[in-house]
């Protein structure tokens, strides 16, 4: 079991920045990527980008590719999404997801933090 917890949403002005965080317990960290996914009202959910259990590898959802970064520190259990130029379309709730290296699944999510940009 995995457990996620995610924070630094708020509401910002278009063309600010957040910093989401996303901190992991419970199994050993590397053994999983990490994936940033959101969810506005009335929308399907949609990837936001990815990270390799080292950091190596990142993916990125073309709508965000430029402005946000993915990263991951292994020594805390932590996943950061820097999001900048922030726009309003990028409005959603943001969850931070787990899954086995070996595995193509998310089986583990946070409960969600809010984005809100004002236009």
């Known amino acids: 079991q995995v457990q996620l917890v995610e924070s630094g949403g708020g509401l910002v002005q278009a063309g600010g920045s957040l910093r989401l965080s996303c901190a992991a317990s419970?199994?050993?960290?590397?053994?999983?990527?990490m994936g940033w996914f959101r969810q506005a009202p009335g929308k399907e959910r949609e990837a936001v980008a990815d990270?390799?259990?080292?950091?190596?590898?990142?993916n990125y959802a073309e709508s965000v590719k430029g402005r946000f970064t993915i990263s991951r520190d292994n020594t805390k259990n932590l996943v950061y999404l820097q999001m900048n130029s922030l726009k309003p379309d990028d409005t959603a709730v943001y969850y931070c997801?787990?899954?086995?290296?070996?595995?193509?699944?998310?089986?583990?999510w946070g409960q969600g933090t809010q984005v809100t940009v004002s236009s």
């Open positions: 419970g199994r050993t960290f590397t053994d999983y990527a």
């Open positions: 990270v390799s259990w080292s950091g190596a590898t990142t």
């Open positions: 997801a787990a899954r086995l290296t070996s595995s193509t699944e998310y089986r583990y």
